[in-house]
């Protein structure tokens, strides 16, 4: 395994069930938490970074109604540049 796709999220734990380390429930259950401690750290990142207004969808939810969510949005907040 390459050391660097071994820590990414999923691989690693796919890995360690092929090695019969953990179990299949182990494995989905430690991918599920590496995966919303990602997000949490991008949300962190990016609030730190920029003016957000997040928009909600759902998987219901058709493109034209995104687009639409999207184009409000960004009429509220407009562009943001990001501060390195």
Do not use: H
């Not at 299949?24 to 949490?40: D, F, G, S, V």
């Not at 928009?55 to 999207?70: A, N, T």
């Amino acid at each position: 395994w390459s050391e660097t796709a071994s820590g990414a999220i999923g691989y690693r734990e796919a890995c360690s069930l092929l090695d019969g380390l953990c179990t299949l429930e182990e494995a989905k259950e430690r991918t599920r938490i590496r995966t919303a401690q990602l997000a949490k750290r991008q949300r962190t990142w990016l609030r730190n970074q920029c003016t957000m207004e997040w928009v909600e969808c759902g998987p219901r939810d058709k493109v034209d109604s995104i687009i639409e969510k999207v184009y409000r949005a960004w009429g509220k907040v407009g562009p943001t540049p990001l501060r390195f």
